[in-house]
């Protein structure tokens, strides 16, 4: 199965072992992965901060870019729901009514990394080994506005050596929300130590989702308290492998 | 039902919100940093919406049509609102029929000199008052003071919040922020003042603290002749007109007294007897987290020889013709002021409502108080929220309140004064960069070189607009290498560009 993976902004950017670890499961799995290179952004910052014009020309680059493929997966929640549900709005009001319907078919058949593995391909154990004691954050647009539900936990519960431990309040948004880490710092360091308060609470090693949006946040929130708790993407578990493991810093390796 | 086409265009330039003081305060960030470090209130508030969050979630999962009587909430308010002018002069016949009388209020101005002249011409100087957002949201108190009319209200929670000389911070619960010792004190100190004081040795116990109210109020229905009210429903075919409550001091309200004003948003209409049956039980489950609410008044004009033999309706529009112009705003219309959705959110629950400088706090108040005001009085609230989409969960008309945050936002970035922000700048350069693969490709790979600054692979202090990150949080190194260049490194026959 030929599939276009979208990395992300911030993935590209900020954290590359989630592709890596991406494009890594989805070959294990049978698909042949392209990173088509014309991607840059979803758009979803500018949106979300008011300034859906400005957002308008990285959809169409989007559209572009990805039309092409039949299946276009990546490693974020939050970044599926911008292109499923804001992509056709900025279209029509935006660019050009005529795109609308292309640009709701591109986003019918893009898919979060979970979402992708248990809904398309039907699998649930991708053959990972992790053995580690790790806590889910279940981000909040992959769950509540892709509705993915249990999907990531029932890959989690297939790794081999995990150890899942429930975080309290898990539903409990972090406080990221894009701009609004900046624009409201106060609120969202509110909700951020809560987050790591909780996380804490679970003794586990290190704490997963399926955004690396949410992690390098919570991750921000853990560093600067010197926690020695890590984050880890659900690419980057589900990646891992006896003879291949993924390293972070919470277990022996370097950040 | 079915949703038609208007009967009436909307006027093109709908009036908005005046005398605005209850619908905006100072910008949500900086009231929300003074908010966060009052340890009790976030205890009071984050315990309290937890209890009642919980206590919804438990009743709402007993009804397995949930689902079903969400969608018909939403559809029979859209419909409405579809046809707002035909119900409303329905039920205008209706209640004049039945013996009231009806009056149009465009605005809050409007509203109070109707209930202050309704009132001079029942020669009160007191009323009391059921408690009523729409009243709030006007302002009504402080103009009948102005006018040398004492408004007492008779809501437990309105209670102490006047007494405590204070403002509503939850559209259910006014008082949330308020503990049982903090309340005992409230009403030591203040009920003496104005009325029957509060009873000597009084603990702080719920039953013995609303003992003191029943005593204390119990003097007013009996001396006051004009009441004020709010209304949750009225029902356009009959002229009915519906309060839910769980004290009883409303229903007091309601029929002692020999005149009833009772003031209205626009909105609050619902066309026929049988829709009731789908919104009474949504609102007792989303709001106070009850099968049913204890006490449920309605009246129809005056009844001879049985309660108030004067009723006065007053429709208020105040800024709701303007939101039913916005064809993304308008379904806040549909909102039943259940709070459902303040008791969810994460923002809320840490902030408490006075944070939001509106009497409509929580997510529904950070779209419901800008539509109504205007976004150009209100540009703060639409971004406070991390969009994180609890509200829109749990709402009982199905208000897709994030989508309609997000589409204010737009609006606010839109204003003139907004044109030439360094937030805009700074978005622009970031749009021309990531617009163009060409140009994003260089731009992260000139970032990579940032980690040279970096220490432990983290920075902990960063200049603004950064800083308000990095005050709390750190932020990782940028990586040596791209995940794009990475990849063109390893397969560049892969790449599509």
Known sequence: MRVALFATCLVDAMAPPVAKATVTVLGRLGCT????????????M??????????????????ETFEPYEYVVTPSGSCAASIRHQHPWITRDYLDPELVDRVEALGNRTYELSEFIV?????????????HRVTYHPACHG????????????????????????????????????????KNADVSSAMLADK????????????????????????????????????IHLAEILASTETDPTVTAANGGQP | MTATAGSGPIPVDPPRATNTGHLHGRPFPAAARVALGDSQLRRNIGKATHTIRDKRAIVVDELADWRELRAAGAAIKDATMARLDTYLE???????????????????????????????????????????????????????????????????????????????????????????????????????????????????????LAEAARVHLRQRFLSTDVAISGANFAVAETGTVMVVESEGNGRMCLTLPR?????????KLIPTWRDLEVFLQLLPRSSTGERMNPYTTMWTGVTEGDGPQEFHLVLLDNGRTAALADPEGRAALRCIRCSAC??????????????????YPGPIGAVLSPLLTGVEDNTSLPFASSLCGACYDVCPVAIDIPSMLVHLRTKVAALPEKARTPERQLMRALAWVMSSPSRWTRSIRSMGLGRFLARNGRFSSMPPPISGWTATRDLPAPPEQSFRDWWAARAPEDGAS
């Open chain 2, 342 to 359: 303040l008791n969810v959110c994460p923002v809320y629950e840490r902030t408490g409502g006075h944070a939001y400088g509106s009497i």
């Open chain 2, 90 to 208: 329905q039920l205008e016949e209706q209640v004049t029929a039945a013996g009231g009388v009806v009056h149009w209020a465009a605005d809050a101005d409007e509203a109070n000199r109707i209930v202050i002249d309704l009132c001079r011409r029942a020669e009160a100087t007191d009323v009391v008052k059921v408690k009523s957002m729409a009243t709030q949201e006007i302002r009504l108190n402080e103009a009948l003071a102005d006018a040398g009319i004492s408004a007492w209200e008779t809501d437990l929670a309105e209670l102490i919040v006047q007494l405590g000389h204070d403002m509503p911070s939850h559209i259910l619960v006014p008082a949330i922020h308020r503990n049982r010792a903090e309340i005992r004190e409230i009403f030591n100190r203040e009920m003496g003042k104005v009325g029957r004081p509060a009873p000597s040795g009084l603990s702080d116990e719920p039953a013995a």
């Open chain 2, 259 to 267: 005149t009833l004003i009772t003031v209205m948003g626009i909105e």
């Open chain 1, 196 to 231: 790591v308060h909780h996380i804490l609470t679970t003794g586990a090693e290190a704490c997963t989702a399926v955004d690396a949006s949410c992690l390098l946040h919570i991750g921000g929130g853990l560093s600067r308290n010197r926690t020695g708790v890590d984050t």
């Open chain 1, 46 to 63: 500018h949106t979300n901060t008011g300034y859906a014009d400005m957002a308008a020309p990285m959809v169409k680059n989007h559209l």
């Open chain 1, 143 to 182: 769950t509540r506005t892709l509705g993915l539900g249990e999907l990531p936990l029932k890959l989690l519960h297939e790794v081999r050596g995990l150890e899942l431990v429930e975080l309290p309040e898990a539903a409990g948004c972090c406080g990221f929300g894009g701009t609004f880490a900046i």
């Open chain 1, 119 to 131: 809904n398309v391909l039907g699998v649930t154990d991708v053959g990972a080994v992790y053995p």
């Open chain 1, 33 to 44: 992965v392209e990173f088509p290179l014309s991607q840059t952004c979803c758009g979803q």
